[in-house]
């Protein structure tokens, strides 16, 4: 009897050992960098977005990434989803199976410059980004609107419409909003490609340092509210 108890004794310790142990890597595990889930950017752009004319590790996009990973914001992941050509129907068509599939944290939408440039009536173009809007709210992501303008040919009065509609879509959805993409970029020398509509490869850090301002603030958000 007395081997009988020592025995259940020396097993009953182990066993407590073992929980002990499982326990405390459990704790480890959970306060582990690794165990903390990447938060993600999903950017739904046109070709300002997709490198168009230039090397792909010298896109603002890219160059994004990299601030994220050399500051405090490595926790981040950035999905480009961005396709030279694409217009707002394009965008509103394919970003709720998008949002499904990264869950993104933050929505970038930069589109709407091919409307314009196509002559979309702006309520239309308007419409579609309302739906994006609203389709990235609906899965719980926060919203960074990128105001575009286009070329004064189309008219003083399109134009008019074209550049006052990301302003008021913002201020309508309580969205951050880059004021214009291409402010300081579209008249300086040698920061268009010589179609006069896509920046060159000088221009790419100046392409994000005019969305930073407006993107840091909802990664400090975002990230909080995890």
């Given at each position: 009897m007395v081997v009988g108890s020592v025995?259940?004794?020396?097993?009953?310790?182990?066993?407590?050992?073992?929980?002990?142990?499982?326990l405390c890597a459990l704790i480890l595990c959970l306060l582990s960098p690794m165990a903390v889930q990447a938060a993600t950017i999903l950017v739904m752009g046109d070709s300002l977005s997709?490198?168009?004319?230039?090397?792909?590790?010298?896109a603002w996009v890219n160059l994004l990434?990299?601030?994220?990973?050399e500051g405090d914001h490595d926790q981040w992941q950035v999905v480009n989803a961005s396709i030279?050509?694409?217009?707002?129907?394009?965008?509103?068509?394919?970003l709720p199976e998008l949002l499904d599939k990264h869950q993104p944290d933050i929505v970038i939408i930069e589109l709407g410059g091919n409307d314009g440039l196509r002559g979309f009536q702006p309520p239309v173009?308007?419409?579609?980004l309302t739906s994006m809007i609203q389709a990235?709210?609906?899965?719980?992501?926060?919203?960074?609107?990128?105001?575009?303008?286009?070329?004064?040919?189309?008219?003083?009065?399109?134009?008019?419409?074209?550049?006052?509609?990301?302003p008021e879509l913002a201020a309508e959805h309580d969205t951050a909003l880059?004021?214009?993409?291409?402010?300081?970029?579209?008249?300086?020398?040698?920061?268009m490609q010589d179609d006069g509509i896509h920046p060159t490869e000088q221009a790419q850090p100046l392409l994000l340092d005019n969305v930073w301002p407006h993107l840091e603030p909802l990664l400090q958000e975002?990230?909080?509210?995890?």
């Open positions: 025995s259940a004794s020396k097993v009953s310790v182990s066993v407590r050992q073992k929980s002990l142990f499982l997709a490198a168009y004319g230039v090397r792909t590790e010298t990434r990299q601030r994220l990973d030279s050509g694409e217009t707002t129907d394009g965008g509103a068509r394919r173009i308007r419409e579609n990235s709210h609906d899965a719980g992501a926060r919203v960074l609107l990128v105001g575009m303008q286009i070329p004064p040919n189309y008219g003083p009065a399109y134009t008019r419409l074209f550049a006052n509609m990301f880059v004021p214009f993409f291409l402010d300081g970029i579209y008249n300086g020398a040698g920061m975002s990230f909080a509210a995890r």
